[in-house]
Nanobody
Framework: EVQLVESGGGLVQTGGSLRLSCAAS????????IAWFRQAPGKEREGVSC????????YYINSVKGRFTISRDNAKNTVYLEMNSLKPEDTAVYYC???????????????WGRGTLVTVSS
């Protein structure tokens, strides 16, 4: 079965850290760029970060630069999002998605996970 499964969400205080994981199965993980999105209550979904098939192709939205780090472990078919110095405005459901593309300049996202909730308390 082709799927992405997110994990690692939870409740954390302002300034805390979490590491999200996105575990892939059922497809050739190495051929896909993986992106993280988030959707806060009442807001539109936004792209947070992305990693291409090589570690030198990375993307972050401005609001998380310097605080979040994306990485991938192809041996484990997993992408990680290390989130530090968390703020209440980071509260959202975080989703990972896969695009059959070597870079983050993909045309479409082919596979989506179901999300994991991150709540940052003030």
């Amino acid at each position: 079965e082709v799927q992405l499964v997110e994990s690692g969400g939870g409740l954390v205080q302002t300034g805390g850290s979490l590491r999200l994981s996105c575990a892939a199965s059922g497809f050739t993980f190495d051929d896909y760029a993986i992106a993280w999105f988030r959707q806060a209550p009442g807001k539109e979904r936004e792209g947070v970060s992305c990693i291409g098939t090589s570690d030198d192709n990375l993307y972050y939205i401005n609001s998380v630069k310097g605080r979040f780090t994306i990485s991938r472990d192809n041996a484990k078919n997993t992408v990680y999002l290390e989130m530090n110095s968390l703020k209440p405005e980071d509260t959202a459901v975080y989703y990972c998605a896969a695009a059959l593309s070597p870079t983050c300049s993909y045309r479409q996202l082919d596979i989506w996970g179901r999300g994991t909730l991150v709540t940052v308390s003030s």
